[in-house]
């Protein structure tokens, strides 16, 4: 079984193997489904059994897990076109093991194959404004998917909550990945909780309180589709107003807006860039190193181009804030929704 995704010109990633993954990654990236006979920038193949696909004995192997879970995973020879890798998963729930598979490999693999193409897959959200485009950067857990939840909620639209595409012509690309959201959406984007499915919210209530109960042991993200808060796939390119930086900072006893440059914002997208690949790096060791180094070089020029002439602003947020506070007056100060 295979499936394809393009999810820009050159960006082609195939996936064959295991129906569980491959659904799991149709439920992700399904409206750039292309047919699978489109030449591939990156092949990940699913499962330790798929005849005809095995790994070469030479490739560069690892395991891994995270609480209940594991996986295992094989990178290919960096040089190669496409890009290889071959995962297998194990524990329970195996929807998790592959999520958590997706974050810490698949897409940093689809980030390496967009510098490669011209593009930056960078770790943010993008959200139009009244302005324009409002790019959001921000290290894991800064709100910028519960930013982008508000504004779908209140009928805006995004390029993406978590990851988004750019090329050096400064035109950014909506990437079709699920939203990852919390029980704490409830009190941090009431609106978007009450335009949920109604099954949608019981199961994020239950995830409350078996976080609680596990005093956070367990505390999964849920991934939704865009669609139950009103988005609809849209795959135009756009060009961005602005470029606003958020910095959660203990220092901070209120929420300010500063003009930043635009070296500042290559600095945060590079390194949420770096954290985005630090897992595949660690599985990828010395060989890989080169091949991750001239990426980052590729991704440093592509920034630059791409951002010349932005406005940038930087968006620094009090750390003892609640999360609820930090975010509603963080979109306020973004210009997405009205002022408390």
Not at 192 to 221: D, I, K, N, Y
Not at 241 to 246: E, G, L, S
Not at 274 to 289: D, Y
Not at 321 to 327: H, L, R, T, V
């Amino acid at each position: 079984m295979t499936a394809a995704f393009a999810f820009a010109p050159g960006l082609v990633l195939r996936v064959a193997g295991q129906p569980a993954a491959i659904a799991q990654l149709r439920r992700e990236y399904g409206p750039c489904e292309v047919a699978d006979d489109a030449p591939p920038a990156l092949e990940i193949v699913f499962g330790s059994r798929t005849a005809g696909r095995a790994a070469p004995p030479d490739a560069v192997a690892a395991r891994g897990g995270h609480k209940s879970v594991s996986w295992r995973v094989t990178l290919g020879n960096p040089a190669d076109v496409p890009l290889r890798a071959w995962v297998s998963t194990g524990g329970w729930p195996a929807g998790f093991a592959r999520s958590l598979v997706q974050g810490y490999v698949v897409e940093p693999l689809i980030s390496i194959a967009a510098a490669r193409s011209g593009h930056v897959l960078l770790p943010g959200a993008a959200i139009v404004g009244d302005d324009g485009l409002v790019v959001v950067i921000g290290r894991s857990r800064a709100g910028k998917s519960t930013i982008a939840a508000r504004a779908l909620a209140n009928g805006r639209r995004i390029l993406g909550d978590d990851q988004v595409l750019v090329d050096a012509d400064g035109s950014w690309r909506p990437f079709p990945r699920r939203l990852r959201i919390y029980p704490d959406l409830a009190v941090a984007a009431p609106a978007a909780f009450a335009r949920l499915h109604p099954g949608t919210r019981r199961v994020l209530r239950l995830r409350g309180v078996v976080a609680a109960a596990t005093r956070g042991f367990v505390c999964p993200s849920l991934a939704v589709p865009p669609a139950e808060l009103g988005s609809a796939w849209q795959p135009e390119p756009l060009r961005a107003a602005r470029i606003a930086i958020v910095e959660r900072r203990t220092d901070a006893a209120a929420l300010v807006v500063v003009p930043a440059t635009t070296e500042r914002a290559i600095d945060s997208a590079r390194r949420v860039l770096v954290e985005q690949r630090e897992r595949l790096a660690t599985i990828g060791g010395q060989a890989w190193r080169p091949a991750l180094e001239a990426v980052a070089d590729a991704e440093l020029d592509l920034l630059r181009r791409a951002l010349a002439g932005t406005q940038v602003q930087a968006v620094v947020v009090p750390a003892g804030w609640s999360a609820a506070e930090g975010i509603a007056r963080t979109a306020a100060a973004l210009g997405l929704e009205p002022g408390p």
